[in-house]
């Protein structure tokens, strides 16, 4: 089984404002494989409004399927720091955004999902990602990410991993570096995904590691071709 963060794509999206609880709710509808943990939408730093990304744990070896996801935040609406008409939502096939209109209420209702064609805008502010890093972890065995606790004034360390393969065993602080250790709860190919954000330029920093669980017996069984052609050549004389 795989399972990676990836931008989900949107057929239809929207958003409303509830006034009495002062939230604002996100919805998508549309087709994707089958997402092994979560929809989220995820907010994005942004000095222009309201911006959010559309996010899932996707499996591409499996068939594509239809999917409802609705998401609520509490944010003081109106602003006056920024418009508070429409909200920016990034998914995969708008991978620069798209402005979605918020629809005000007293009451809350689910509101029809939006169905009419939206302008691309303007590429976001760059976000760096370097390579990812590569860990091959034993199952059921603990494993290490880390990364520095030092951050830009302001700035924020989030990390993302898919619950049904790893499980968060601890979180430490350990010579100025916060330390996760995971466990894995099956085999196959998953991420851990780190990020670091804020500062005065409002940078944000993914940081990827490809984990790959496998069982001890599943390498100790493979042999090499040498191996093989050696142990053939043996049975070929005892004959």
Not at 49 to 76: I, M, R
Request: hydrophobic fraction near 35%.
């Amino acid at each position: 089984m795989n399972s990676m963060l990836e931008l989900v794509p949107a057929r239809d999206l929207s958003a409303h404002y509830d006034t009495t609880k002062g939230e604002l709710t996100l919805s998508a509808k549309g087709n994707t494989q089958r997402v092994a943990y979560n929809f989220t939408f995820k907010r994005e730093i942004s000095t222009d409004g309201l911006k959010f990304s559309l996010y899932g744990w996707v499996d591409h070896t499996v068939e594509k399927q239809p999917y409802t996801y609705s998401q609520a935040f509490k944010v003081q609406l109106p602003s006056l720091d920024y418009s508070s008409e429409h909200v920016m939502i990034i998914d995969a096939n708008r991978p620069r955004g798209v402005k979605i209109p918020i629809y005000f209420t007293g009451s809350g209702p689910t509101l029809p999902l939006n169905e009419q064609p939206q302008a691309l805008l303007p590429a976001p502010p760059a976000t760096l990602t370097p390579n990812s890093t590569t860990i091959n972890a034993l199952f059921q065995e603990l494993f290490q990410i880390k990364e520095s606790a030092s951050v830009p004034r302001g700035g924020e360390i989030d990390i993302q991993f898919d619950s049904t393969f790893l499980e968060l065993a601890q979180a430490t602080i350990q010579d100025g570096d916060i330390v996760w250790a995971f466990n894995s709860l099956q085999t196959g190919n998953t991420q851990v995904i780190v990020t670091v954000s804020g500062g005065v330029a409002q940078f944000k920093l993914h940081k990827v590691y490809d984990i790959r669980i496998f069982m001890l017996n599943d390498v100790a069984g493979r042999k090499s071709p040498a191996t093989s052609s050696r142990h053939k050549q043996c049975e070929s004389q005892e004959a």
